[in-house]
Nanobody, 123 residues
Framework: QLAESGGGLVQAGASLRLSCTVPRVSFRSAALGWFRQVPGKEREFVAYSHNDESYVDYAGPVKDRFIISRDNDKSTVYLQMNSLKPEDTAVYYC??????????????????WGQGTQVTVSS
């Protein structure tokens, strides 16, 4: 139900923008965001946007470098990643939460997941 795109291989310091298309009927009712995972580690929270964009939140390591945004017309959520570092290398997953839309419930357990897109940052 969630379709990500935009991953790739870049050098440190570069930028990438990830996109995630959400079914139109679900888009406005969902809190949306991103997680990432590296092999051998748990999936970790990256960014969050409330369904009305009244609140956004970021994990500490990406704050001031990543920006989450939503395009209602395209039913798409984006993750603009700037000043990428090798430690940002991971599979990035789009996620959606319905009902209880706060950042806490979102971080604890989204309802939908995308298939993941690989981001690799070389040094």
């Amino acid at each position: 139900q969630l379709a990500e795109s935009g991953g790739g291989l870049v050098q440190a310091g570069a930028s990438l923008r990830l996109s995630c298309t959400v079914p139109r009927v679900s888009f406005r009712s969902a809190a949306l965001g991103w997680f990432r995972q590296v092999p051998g580690k748990e999936r970790e929270f990256v960014a969050y946007s409330h369904n009305d964009e009244s609140y956004v939140d970021y994990a500490g390591p990406v704050k001031d470098r990543f920006i989450i945004s939503r395009d209602n017309d395209k039913s798409t959520v984006y993750l603009q990643m700037n000043s990428l570092k090798p430690e940002d290398t991971a599979v990035y997953y789009c996620a959606a939460k319905f009902g209880d839309l706060g950042v806490g419930p979102f971080r604890r357990g989204p309802d939908w997941w995308g298939q993941g897109t690989q981001v690799t940052v070389s040094s």
